[in-house]
């Protein structure tokens, strides 16, 4: 079984700061891409940022320059750094991997989603 826990979400003010990090665990191989994406009430997931194994990132339109995004392949860890926030960034945060689950087979897991809310 594959867990994907979340953490670091909560409620700031317009222009701060939040950091939001996602450990993997369970039987894999080994993990792909990694990704965050975020889910506001009312509008479909969208893809925030994602990172490969090698340490290629994208970002949305919407949150480059404001977001980052890292990963810890040792501790199957992904990380977002979210600066300058916005009201419009309030939404449920999930953290997405891709990972093998066996020599040719990789899966979808997703974590619980965690609430970011920016006032303004």
């Known amino acids: 079984q594959v867990q994907l826990v979340e953490s670091g979400g909560g409620l700031v003010q317009a222009g701060g700061s939040l950091s939001l990090s996602c450990g993997v665990s369970?039987?894999?191989?080994?993990?792909?891409?990694m990704n965050w994406y975020r889910q506001a009430p009312g509008k479909q997931r969208e893809l925030v940022a994602g990172?490969?194994?090698?340490?290629?990132?994208n970002y949305a339109d919407s949150v480059k320059g404001r977001f980052t995004i890292s990963r810890n392949n040792a501790r199957n860890t992904v990380y977002l750094q979210m600066n300058l926030l916005k009201p419009e960034d309030t939404a449920v945060y999930y953290c997405?991997?891709?990972?093998?689950?066996?020599?040719?087979?990789?899966?979808?897991?997703w974590g619980q989603g965690t609430q970011v809310t920016v006032s303004s």
């Open positions: 997405n991997a891709n990972a093998y689950v066996s020599s040719y087979d990789t899966d979808d897991f």
């Open positions: 990172i490969t194994a090698g340490g290629s990132t």
């Open positions: 369970g039987n894999i191989f080994s993990i792909n891409a």
